[in-house]
């Protein structure tokens, strides 16, 4: 059924390419995901980010690679060298004296983000660089000038005294039971909302439940723990007992992420973020 006459379908077209016109002049509202937000270095991204390509044009090849990836630390096809963990100072050399956690190595995820975070290695560092014949083994070095700058954020550097505790376990571990079982109680600091732990795909993981997504289903927007195997390392020399849930750089962020500020799992309005994990 046709409701409009002539004039009014004009007057809705104009309507629909100012609406238009305004989208492209504000280019926040064009980043859902990752495309054109600061994680798109690609030549065609309308986002102002350090290293920036002007000529790889493609998105993904920044962090993953389809093939030859480094498998140092279980994170997903990562495209770029891994730093080493023992090369960072973690929170805990601060020595506050309310910290509880046993302090892990810096590993899993962190390490990948620290691979440019760091400010060691170029943006435009690649094991696989896009096309065929773009292998270089343990990472090419890429553009010197490309490396991150700007202490001690966006640059996280390699002292993280200053920054939120990442690769210690959740709620600073368990003083009592295992974390298979115990999710809500026998945490070494009691001040911490209860874990959300499955089995799933063989493998132990744990989240905290955020308001976004479907309460006992792990969601993007829940609060994300990261799986240590049994064995893996302290700073303190001892190794973990069982496999536990760590707290890492992408608990908090989705470095998909475009729609929420600083790429945060969820927005931080009254804190949501933090008081996801802590009861205070
Ligand atoms: C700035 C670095 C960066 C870029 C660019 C990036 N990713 Fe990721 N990606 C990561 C990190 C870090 C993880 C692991 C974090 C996590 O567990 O969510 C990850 C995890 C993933 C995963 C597995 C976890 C999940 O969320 O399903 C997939 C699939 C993925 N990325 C696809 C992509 C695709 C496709 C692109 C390009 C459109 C892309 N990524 C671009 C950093 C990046
Ligand atoms: C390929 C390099 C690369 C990797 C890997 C990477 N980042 Fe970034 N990140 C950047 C660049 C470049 C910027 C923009 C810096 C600038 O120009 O301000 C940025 C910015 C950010 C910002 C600030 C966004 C804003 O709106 O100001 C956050 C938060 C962030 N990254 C978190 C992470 C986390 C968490 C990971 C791992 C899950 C990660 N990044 C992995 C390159 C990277
Ligand atoms: C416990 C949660 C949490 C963890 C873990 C965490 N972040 Fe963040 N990060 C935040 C929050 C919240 C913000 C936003 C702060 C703000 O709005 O000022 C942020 C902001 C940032 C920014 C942008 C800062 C700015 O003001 O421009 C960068 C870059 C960043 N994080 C990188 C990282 C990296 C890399 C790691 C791991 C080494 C990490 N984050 C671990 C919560 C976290
Ligand atoms: C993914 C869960 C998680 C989120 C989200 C989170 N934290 Fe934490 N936070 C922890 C854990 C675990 C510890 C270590 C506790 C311990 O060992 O005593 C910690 C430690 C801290 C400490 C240091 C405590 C000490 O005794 O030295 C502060 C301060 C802190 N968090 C504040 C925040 C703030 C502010 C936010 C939001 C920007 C936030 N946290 C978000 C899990 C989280």
Known sequence: MNTFNNIQKGILLIMAAGIGVAMLANPERAVAGIANSKHDLSSGSSATAQGKSSTISEICVFCHTPHGSDTSAAVPLWNKALPAGNTFTTYKALNTSTYDATQGVVGSVSLACLSCHDGAQAMDSMINAPGSGGYTAGGSTGTAALKMTGDPIPKIGKDLQNDHPISMPYAG??????????????????????????????????????????????????????????????????????????????????????????FLRIPNTASAVCLACHNK
């Open 173 to 262: 571990g368990l003083a009592s039971g295992n974390w298979t079982t115990a999710t809500t109680t026998g945490f070494k600091d009691a001040d911490f909302h209860p874990v959300v732990g499955k089995n799933i795909n063989g493998n132990d993981v744990w989240w905290v439940d955020t308001a976004g997504g479907t309460a006992g289903s792990r969601d993007k927007t829940d609060m994300v723990l990261y799986t240590r195997a049994a064995g893996s390392p302290n700073v303190d020399g001892t190794t973990l007992a069982a496999a536990t849930p760590f707290v890492e750089c992408a608990s908090c962020h989705d470095p998909h992420q475009g729609s929420n500020a600083t």
